[in-house]
């Protein structure tokens, strides 16, 4: 008996010490059919309230938990949902597949709950593109094009038609960091801006922040558009493709170890010019016009804690008239990322990661030659980690430096040219930052996640410097040695998102973010050429700055079935780049002085609804906003609305499921039009008509609206070979919308001035076979 | 040298779309007539002249309004005066000389208000020879021969040039003729080779070429206002920065005041 109460007595801390005790469940989810890593996946406590977690990028989750008895819930919109019970005792690695949706071939589907993760996630201001999903939406020449849908949402306007640019929340077209696989690509536009650089069978996931972007992120001023690749099918070997009028595309994928590692080959051409060739038109039939896409991955798992990943992109676009004139630009990205896992509560990633973006073009031949090339090479180091704590809070923090080199023009002149080839000073500069943030639940309502970055920035030798006047003239230039400092900027920007949770269907959003920006991109047209210059900040070039608070509610009707929500903005910019009159922005070694620098500011609300359930499906999106800039030089120092500064902007996409093998669907988009700087009165100069102008952007482009449509046909589908058609109608009633305005002579008579409006396109029918193996 | 590479929007889209033109109506507000004086001193001996105009409504189909009561003179580095009288509608005139490496200033006096503006009249530069070549089409370009200057440019300083062509005789002025350009990509060659941009010319025509070494003022003012001269006459709907150009009258008045020196030569092309 003594001995008994002895025993009890001595064990008793012991056991009230093991109930307290916490154990950390983790491990990977992925998908089911192809193990691909699954992004944002959520594991739900069920027996505890408000107890859970999410993936990370790489399909990592971790939760500490008391030990004992819990179900766990792990799901991920559009798959089965996974109920795990579980006796925890000790630390426990538990990796997961579930099952996608479209796999299931009972009729009763168990749908995830976490379906009000708009609601209940605690970032606003993000568009999310499920890649699957905008298969269906009907786009320009039957391509599916994810910066095209992404586009078609609220906050993000396209930069017009024949552009892969966009605008965010009113910022600039340079303003957005578009980064594939970690690399930032700084020309995601193919065939001037037709088709972006993205090939989508190779996509996974496609996130665009337009406000409260969390510290892990810096850089560009408006955006990021994180996009990732998929890792391949580490199941089996298949693959998908498409043959189509313009471009044919195909995707092999699979195994280099069952299950512990795998490859993706994807690739895209574009063969417009074999209709070309054609042509009886001479100066038609030799002009090349061709792209290509090339995107790579290959994982694999060195072991418990360790996995090595391996991305590259590699782009080109050709265009010219026989060996008279060449042009072509292109992309080349690569990211080598290793993954370790130092506990089941620390995630590190490392990444080397390298860019570079070029273009080219050459007129006549041998000692005739002109050619001009341009180049920007980054490479990137970095280091993440994510730390889990316990179930309430998950801590990033980490640091990155990147090398970038500017090459703004290399002149190659062949000796009877007439040209000196001299090469333009090539500009270095490096642009670093460390931060921090957490994420954290607060309370079963209320969560937050907060940052802060510093960023840094070195503008470097060897190199010159230029002063100006305040006109612009030149003024001295001073040598720099090689990496001696020529101007450093730095500053903090500290980042928030707060997400109060009204009741299980609706929240409101809070977001503050301030970014900086060191690299700005001059442009000179209309639509993004790819001659566009990107310049470093310097001693005349400050750092974009921008600070954007918005406040959304969000409101999910039906058990998830539609999701809504209203976000309003504010976003003030300092230090936004225009030019003076008659800027030459071609390999002028001086640019710096065509430079005036003003502020900006943007503000709006913008409205959504989406039906994610049914057999009718899609989303309604409403932009109310305007944007303005200022700058002492221009329109008499007053205040003037941004090109980008479309009022409304109005987009719907409706998919519809006919029968189980028909799919129709259709967008609708209206947008009122770009500010435009028209001419008020004209005179006579040197014996031409010069327009005379009052003010700057002060008139609008006409209204755009267009209706595509869509269909696509399913042909077969069976285990081992899915096939369909795909038809689509780009501008359905034909309407010419205006890509500009000319005024010119009447041709019936000369003495009348008439405006003259060009249009791109009408009716453009394509036609796609897509297979899948 | 302002290489627009050729618009290759519009390039492409001639190639791959409908590329549909149409009149529309565009309603554009009336402004209050402002003064436009432009002037160009040529070096030696020659007539100098001063256009005085106004700006009309943009769709008006009034004739432009001319100033004839201004009072115009023009001063030399040394104070010396020269009045410059009024001889037709706006255009004020004299045989004036003009000195190389002289600044000399122009004064217009007009509504109780005097404008100023100073011009350096450059050194004179040869224009060596002309040189053509045979090119199939390309582009917007019809099969022609282009045309090339050779001359060579001072390595010291930074020079500015224009060149004006005749096709037998006649002058060509359409907007994209209107060229200037630095010596950016050719400084300090001795046989710099200058184009002449976008134009392809028939076998056969007599060709009449003349090079210009115009002043920064001209520079300035010439290139500022042939980025938002478009083709046909209208204003370039491309242009990044749309506004007057920056001339160098003091006051906030359109026009300049430029001085250069002139070479020409004369090339007939095979047929």
Request: overall charge negative; aromatic content about 12%.
């Amino acid at each position: 008996m003594h001995k008994t109460i002895l025993l009890i007595t001595l064990l008793s801390p012991l056991l009230a010490w093991a109930q307290g005790e916490k154990v950390t469940l983790s491990g990977y989810m992925k998908d089911a059919s192809n193990g691909e890593d699954l992004i944002g996946a959520t594991a739900l406590v069920s027996n505890l309230d408000g107890v859970g977690t999410t993936t990370n990028i790489y399909g990592f989750y971790s939760l500490t938990l008391p030990a004992g008895e819990h179900q766990v819930a792990f799901q991920y919109l559009g798959y089965q949902v996974k109920l795990i019970n579980l006796d925890l005792k000790e630390d426990l690695q538990l990796d997961v597949e579930l099952v996608p949706n479209s796999q299931v071939l009972e009729e009763v589907v168990v749908t995830a709950e976490k379906a009000d993760q708009n609601v209940t996630e605690t970032r606003g201001s993000v568009t999310k593109i499920n890649v699957r999903e905008i298969e269906a939406v009907p786009v320009l020449f039957g391509e599916r094009d994810v910066l095209k849908v992404v586009q078609l949402n609220p906050g993000i306007k396209s930069a017009g038609e024949g552009s892969s640019g966009f605008y965010v929340r009113g910022g600039g077209l340079d303003q957005n960091l578009i980064l594939l696989d970690e690399a930032p690509v700084y020309n995601p536009s193919h065939l001037l801006g037709f088709f972006s650089v993205f090939n989508s069978d190779a996509l996974k996931d496609v996130t665009v922040y337009k406000g409260g972007m969390a510290a892990e992120y810096g850089g560009r001023t408006s955006s990021v558009m994180d996009i990732r690749m998929r890792d391949g099918n580490s199941k089996e070997f298949s693959g998908q493709g498409g043959i189509g009028l313009i471009s044919s595309r195909l995707t092999l994928e699979g195994p280099i170890v069952k299950d512990k590692g795998s490859f993706m080959v994807s690739g895209r051409r574009t063969y417009a010019d074999l209709f070309l060739g054609l042509s009886s038109d001479e100066s038609t039939s030799n002009t090349n016009l061709y792209f290509y896409d090339l995107n790579l991955k290959a994982n694999y798992r060195l072991g418990e804690s360790d996995r090595l990943f391996l991305s590259g992109y590699f782009g080109r676009d050709n265009f010219g008239f026989g060996d008279d004139f060449g042009f072509d630009w292109g992309n080349a990205t690569a990211t080598l990322r290793w993954n370790h896992l130092f506990s089941n509560k620390l995630f590190s990633n490392t990444s080397l990661i390298y860019s570079n973006y070029d273009y080219e073009f050459g007129f006549g031949q041998g000692d005739d030659a002109i050619g001009l090339e341009s180049v920007i090479e980054d490479w990137n180091f970095k280091q993440d980690f994510t730390y889990f704590p316990n179930d309430r809070n998950t801590v990033k923090f980490g640091a990155n430096l990147i090398l970038h080199t500017l090459e703004p023009g290399n002149l190659n002149a062949g000796a009877n040219s007439g040209f000196t080839a001299e090469d333009a000073e090539e500009k270095y500069s490096h642009e670093a930052a460390i931060y921090v943030q957490n994420e954290q639940q607060l309370n079963e309502r209320l969560s937050l996640n907060y940052g802060l970055r510093y960023s840094f920035f070195d503008y470097r030798g060897e190199g010159t410097a230029y002063e100006f006047d305040d006109l612009g003239n030149l003024l001295s230039e001073t040598r720099y040695e090689s990496g001696e400092s020529i101007q450093t900027y730095g500053g903090l920007e500290p980042r928030l998102s707060a997400t109060y949770l009204l009741n299980s269907s609706s929240s409101m959003k809070l977001g503050y973010n301030r970014n900086y920006q060191y690299l700005h991109l001059l442009s000179n047209a209309t639509s993004s050429t790819p001659t566009d210059v990107w310049v470093p900040s310097s001693n005349n070039v400050e750092p974009q700055i921008a600070d954007q608070v918005s406040l959304g509610y969000f409101r999910n009707f039906k058990d998830n079935m539609y999701e809504t929500s209203v976000e309003v903005y504010y976003k003030d910019m300092q230090n936004v780049i225009d030019y003076r009159n008659g800027a030459n922005l071609f390999f002028n070694e001086e640019i710096e002085g065509d430079l005036v620098y003003g502020d900006g500011r943007a503000y709006g609300a913008e409205f959504y609804l989406k039906k994610t359930q049914g057999r009718l499906t899609g989303w309604v999106s409403y932009t109310l906003s305007r944007t303005l800039r200022q700058f002492d030089e221009i329109n008499n120092g007053e205040e003037f609305p941004a090109r980008q500064d479309r009022i409304h902007d109005f987009a719907i996409v409706a998919m519809y499921d006919l029968s189980p093998k028909v799919k129709v669907s259709a967008n609708f988009v209206f947008n009122t039009g770009d500010a435009v700087t028209f001419p008020s009165g004209r005179y006579t100069v040197d014996g031409v008509v010069a327009p005379y102008y009052t003010e700057r952007n002060g008139y609008r482009m006409p209204n755009y609206h267009r209706l595509d449509l869509g269909v696509t046909w399913l042909r077969k589908k069976t285990e081992k070979w899915e096939s369909s058609w795909n038809f689509s109608l780009y501008n359905a009633y034909g309407r010419e919308n205006a890509f500009s305005i000319d005024f010119q002579p009447s041709e019936d008579d000369p003495t009348v001035t008439e405006a003259v409006q060009l249009s791109l396109f009408k009716w453009v029918p394509s036609a796609t076979y897509n297979f899948k193996f | 040298m302002k290489l627009q590479p050729i618009n290759l929007l519009l390039l492409l889209s001639v190639v791959l779309v409908c590329a549909c033109e149409k009149v529309i109506d565009v309603d554009l507000n009336e402004s209050d007539p402002q003064l436009v004086i432009e002037a160009r001193l040529q070096q030696g001996q020659h007539d100098f002249e001063v256009l005085i105009s106004q700006t009309v409504n943009y769709f008006s189909n009034e004739a432009p309004a001319f100033r004839n009561d201004a009072q115009v003179r023009l001063l030399d580095n040394t104070g010396t005066s020269i009045d410059i009288p009024l001889v037709n509608d706006g255009l004020y005139r004299a045989n004036v000389e003009a000195v190389s490496g002289q600044t000399y200033t122009l004064e217009v006096t007009l509504d109780d208000t005097r404008y100023l503006a100073s011009a350096e009249v450059p050194v004179p530069v040869e224009l060596r020879e002309l040189e053509s070549e045979f090119r199939e089409a390309f582009g917007p370009l019809d099969e022609g021969y282009q045309v090339f200057l050779r001359f060579t440019d001072d390595p010291q300083r930074k020079n500015y040039y224009r060149q004006i062509h005749a096709i037998d005789g006649i002058y060509e002025l359409a907007g994209e003729d209107l060229q200037v350009t630095d010596d950016n990509l050719f400084d300090g060659s001795e046989n710099a080779r200058l184009p002449i941009f976008q134009r392809a010319f028939d076998p056969g025509v007599t060709l009449t070429v003349i090079l210009q070494h115009i002043d920064e003022g001209s520079f300035e003012y010439l290139n500022s206002l042939s980025d938002i001269i478009g083709e046909d006459g209208g204003p370039n709907s491309g242009s990044a920065a749309p506004g007057n150009p920056t001339g160098n009258w003091d006051g906030e008045i359109l026009g300049y005041f430029g001085a250069f020196t002139a070479d020409t030569l004369q090339i007939e092309l095979p047929e």
